[in-house]
């Protein structure tokens, strides 16, 4: 005798798939659970729960066992969805970008305010990733960004992200090493970076869901974590020109950076906090 199919139910399905990921310590597993559900069904997630007893078809169990597996191996995600939010706008995420962080929405802002203030317009994006912080603040400014980064993978993925958010126009990038190229910053009146700022000998403690699965070369400059900032204080004094310097700061780097800065005799700057009281962001004038 044929033995019946097990026909698996939302709700079901949402409650095992929670208890799964709660076992294996992934933090919001109901969060996780019905936002990969409702990826598979391509539904919104509030409508999971105005049709909990929608039976599964095969393809989509198989889609979503899928998808369950990879995150019951801490793999993140936004890179399961291929896609996050970052400053209210959608973005493509794959392994060769850095997924976008809420702390760095601080840097959209501190940029914005002073865009506005001043109405700067030529930009530079060191570091660039998927392109969320260029394209965040082309998308809310009156500006032209170049945006750079050494990852060709990472470059391709800031452009559709560009094309997405019809930036298209309003950023230009540029396949370059910042730590080996000469770069010129008499073009910009701004420069914005959020570099990679853990330290070598952190990067065993980082968590797995960070280490195994985001882009090393996006995490880590091998050093002291301060590689990226002694780099960016060296380009901004050889300009000839006014400058702002708007940096991302790694948890912990603040009073780093301003031994930096002290020792470059670069007294003219601030450092934001962000939501947590974490200082998060400088904001330092060259020339
Ligand atoms: C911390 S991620 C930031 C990505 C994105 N801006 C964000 O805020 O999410 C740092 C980025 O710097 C890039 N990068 C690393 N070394 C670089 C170098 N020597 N020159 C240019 N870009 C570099 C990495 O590929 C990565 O995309």
């Known amino acids: 005798m044929e033995q019946a199919v097990k026909v ?3 709700l079901e399905i949402l409650k095992v798939t929670e208890a799964a990921f709660a076992d294996k310590g992934i933090k919001n597993p109901r969060l996780n659970a019905e936002l990969l559900l409702a990826d598979v069904l391509k539904c919104r997630r509030i409508e999971l729960y105005l049709d909990f007893e929608k039976p599964l078809t095969t393809a989509e169990l198989m889609a979503f066992r899928e998808f369950v597996r990879r995150r019951l191996k801490h793999e993140p995600i936004q890179y399961i969805l291929g896609k996050t939010e970052f400053y209210a706008l959608s973005f493509n995420v794959s392994p060769a970008v850095l997924i976008p962080r809420q702390e760095t929405e601080l840097l959209v802002e501190e940029v914005l305010k002073y865009l506005k203030e001043t109405g700067a317009k030529r ?10 912080v260029a394209i965040a603040v082309a998308a809310n400014s009156d500006c032209h960004i170049d945006a750079i980064d050494i990852s060709p993978d990472a470059l391709q993925t800031a452009k559709e992200n560009s094309d997405l ?14 730590l080996k190229e ?3 910053l008499n073009d ?10 853990i330290p070598a000998e952190e990067m065993k403690t980082v968590d797995d869901e960070v280490r195994l ?32 310097l708007f940096a991302e700061l790694g948890d912990g780097k603040a009073a780093y950076v301003e031994g930096l800065l002290k ?19 400088l904001v330092a004038e060259f020339n």
């Open 165 to 178: 958010n019809n930036t298209t126009d309003k950023i230009t990038f540029y396949n370059k090493d910042v």
């Open 8 to 10: 698996w139910h939302v």
């Open 263 to 281: 020792e470059k005799g670069v007294t003219n700057y601030r450092i934001t906090e962000d939501l947590i009281k974490i200082p998060r962001v």
């Open 188 to 197: 910009y009146d701004v420069v914005m970076s959020n570099p990679p700022y």
């Open 213 to 244: 699965y985001e882009p090393a070369s996006a995490l880590t400059d091998n050093a002291d974590g301060l590689v990226f900032y002694r780099r960016l204080i060296e380009l901004c004094q050889k300009a000839e020109k006014k400058l702002v």
């Open 123 to 132: 930009v530079l994006d060191i570091g660039t990733g998927s392109g969320c």
């Open 182 to 184: 000469e770069i010129d």
